[in-house]
């Protein structure tokens, strides 16, 4: 009896133990990730008001507008979770979705400040080597995309194409947009992060060096894609796996793949740009960094790298500031989608004969939506007002008829499509 309430105890603690280092792990990918995506929402909101209006609808779109928006996105020091805000921005902007995706997928695994590190952890050949993985992969996975799904960049809301800059408060609520739109991914993909950082075999790895390169490169891509990682920060961990004995060729795959993928990323994908976008993204960064770690390690593998050992990243005083900021903002975002869904809840049962369902042309994203259902639910005489972006069209409860309605949506920048 004693020995069982014993190993319940012990089991017990084990379990807060864990709990308490999950809770931990939680707190560090935070602290990592807000920065980033904070600083990728403040770029976003000043392209949207610095830039020229319809400049980034006539620069990148067609093949040449992937090739800048590549150009555009290698030097800037965002991760994966903080270049989606931007490369969300640059779509609401009127850029083609190739020129967005290929933004997206090559802008984490550089930064000057990554490149930089690379060069100084495992060697100028390494550095540039990645920085041309990640042209070519961006630029493939946005040629592609606009192949498969005929995008144009072609803006067709009103509102876009208005000679007037954005204010200040534009700029901010346009970033804070960009934010809102992946809160739930976000979320879901820190949780999930903290919990492959807690459980996982912290050698496993080192345990994959002795299974062959591709095996290897295999498992290096089942560990990095759902996990968050920074290009920069990343770095050193990849030169102590290669001082462990992964070949080289594997920190290279784990430098492409992890920065460029995480769970939240993936879903923010799928969200702004389809199911089939998505699989183009990811496949392109999955072979592409298979085939350039593959070509790496045959080109460069017996070079002599220099390497360190990885070391725990104590949060500086400002990155939890930033941090809580975060939480503070995904809080807001939950309060307003409650409120909504209340309001819209109580507002059904009094409107005998339903909603007015208004078709809306023009709504390219989730941004998109947003702003109209904002604008909707603002207007005197609404009593509430979903808009769905993949139906194209708003239903709307209140004491307003279909004209009325229908004047607001177009002051909003969109157009009123036909009825079916």
């Not at 490369?87 to 000057?112: C, M, N, R, W, Y």
Request: charged share 10%; with cysteine; hydrophobic share 50%.
């Amino acid at each position: 009896m004693r020995r069982g309430i014993a190993f319940a105890l012990l089991l017990f603690e084990r379990q807060i133990d864990q709990m308490t280092m999950y809770l931990h792990n939680v707190w560090l990918v935070l602290t990592e990730l807000a920065p980033w995506l904070l600083l990728g929402a403040v770029i976003a909101g000043l392209m949207h008001g610095l830039l020229p209006k319809g400049f980034v609808r006539r620069q990148l779109s067609g093949r040449v507008g992937v090739l800048k928006a590549v150009g555009l996105g290698i030097p800037l020091p965002l991760c994966s979770c903080g270049v989606i805000p931007a490369g969300l921005g640059l779509k609401e902007d009127g850029a083609s979705d190739g020129a967005a995706v290929g933004f997206v997928a090559a802008t984490p695994q550089t930064g000057v400040d990554s490149i930089l590190v690379s060069a100084s952890f495992l060697g100028w050949p390494f550095a540039l080597w990645k920085v041309l993985a990640a042209l070519v992969t961006g630029v493939a996975g946005g040629w592609i995309t606009d192949a498969v799904t005929g995008s144009t960049g072609e803006m067709t809301a009103t509102v876009e194409v208005s000679s007037e800059r954005p204010t200040a408060r534009q700029m901010v609520d346009h970033g804070v947009e960009m934010v809102k739109m992946i809160w739930g991914w976000l979320l879901f993909g820190v949780l999930f992060s903290a919990a492959l950082t807690t459980w996982l075999p912290p050698d496993l790895f080192a345990g994959l060096s002795g299974a062959g390169t591709l095996a290897t490169f295999l498992g290096v891509l089942l560990f990095s894609i759902p996990l968050y990682v920074c290009a920069t920060a990343s770095v050193p961990i990849a030169a102590a796996l290669v001082g462990a004995g992964m070949p080289t060729g594997a920190a290279m795959v784990f430098l492409m793949a992890g920065p460029a993928t995480n769970v939240a990323t993936l879903g923010a994908v799928r969200g702004a740009f389809g199911t089939r976008t998505l699989g183009i993204y990811l496949g392109t960064l999955v072979g592409g960094s298979v085939v350039f770690g593959l070509a790496y390690e045959h080109l460069f593998g017996a070079l002599t790298l220099g390497v360190v050992h990885a070391h725990e990243h104590a949060p500086a005083l400002w990155e939890g500031g930033l941090a809580f900021l975060l939480m503070g903002m995904i809080g807001w975002f939950v309060a307003q989608d409650a409120q909504s869904w209340w309001v819209a809840r109580q507002a059904a049962p009094s409107n005998e004969s339903g909603p007015l369902v208004i078709p809306v042309v023009g709504m390219t994203c989730n941004s998109c939506s947003s702003r109209l259902e904002r604008t909707l639910r603002a207007a005197e005489g609404i009593e509430a007002a979903t808009v769905d972006l993949e139906g194209g069209r708003a239903e709307v409860y209140g004491c307003l008829d279909s004209g009325q309605i229908g004047a607001i949506v177009i002051a909003a920048g969109f157009e009123v499509g036909s009825s079916a």
